[in-house]
């Protein structure tokens, strides 16, 4: 068990924490990250967070980021490369974060209110003998029970979604997608699951 600790700011030779709620989290696939986002729209990554002995000692994080959002993030989720963070927000806005550079890539707007869950969908195509660029797109859920399918390959760093899509009637509060990309599964508020197929 270790503790995190969320500011390099010290005082008196300790660091000062951020006490705040946390609203979201999540670990990279490859374990490389551990982000946290507060109450106080704080964003905390903390590098290599598994391979940190047990002490009493907090870590601390190796990048902050305050003001996050302009409101409250309640959902998260990191790409398959563990290159990507995405974080969704209570205004209806997603934001796609490089976490080894630590800026913002791309900005999504136009939801119909609060971001409700999250999903990458990465197509790499290995058996082609042209390099293909793979195919990099995220999937939002919102209150307005839509899903969105936004590119993130487009240069614009924000723009309309590829595909909006349409089936449940209350909140969707699950996505996830087939490894392959081909397939997905969202599940939501009104007791439904559906299986949609990318063509």
Not at 48 to 56: A, E, G, K, R, Y
Not at 124 to 136: E, G, K, R, Y
Not at 141 to 151: E, H, I, N, S, W
Not at 185 to 197: F, H, K, P, Q, Y
Request: charged share 20%; glycine share 6%.
């Amino acid at each position: 068990m270790f503790k995190l600790r969320s500011s390099t700011t010290r005082n008196n030779d300790s660091a000062v924490q951020d006490d705040e709620t946390i609203h979201s989290f999540c670990l990279t696939p490859d374990a490389s990250y551990f982000v946290v986002f507060t109450a106080s729209l704080t964003l905390h990554i903390y590098s290599d967070p598994l391979n940190v002995l047990p002490s009493d000692k907090p870590i601390r994080a190796s990048r902050t980021v305050a003001r996050s959002h302009e409101a409250p993030v309640h959902v998260c989720a990191v790409d398959p490369s563990s290159t990507f963070l995405a974080s969704g927000s209570a205004d209806g806005v997603v934001k796609i974060w490089d976490l080894h550079r630590g800026y913002v890539t791309h900005a999504f707007k136009g939801h119909g209110g609060v971001i409700s869950t999250l999903a990458f969908r990465f197509i790499h195509d290995m058996s082609s003998a042209i390099n293909v660029q793979p195919t990099l797109q995220l999937v939002t859920g919102c209150v307005d029970t839509k899903l969105r399918v936004f590119d993130l390959n487009s240069k614009s760093g924000g723009g309309k979604p590829l595909a909006v899509l349409e089936g449940h009637v209350s909140v969707p509060r699950a996505i996830d997608v087939t490894q392959d990309g081909k397939r997905m599964i969202s599940a939501g508020r009104d007791s439904v699951v559906l299986v949609w197929e990318f063509t």
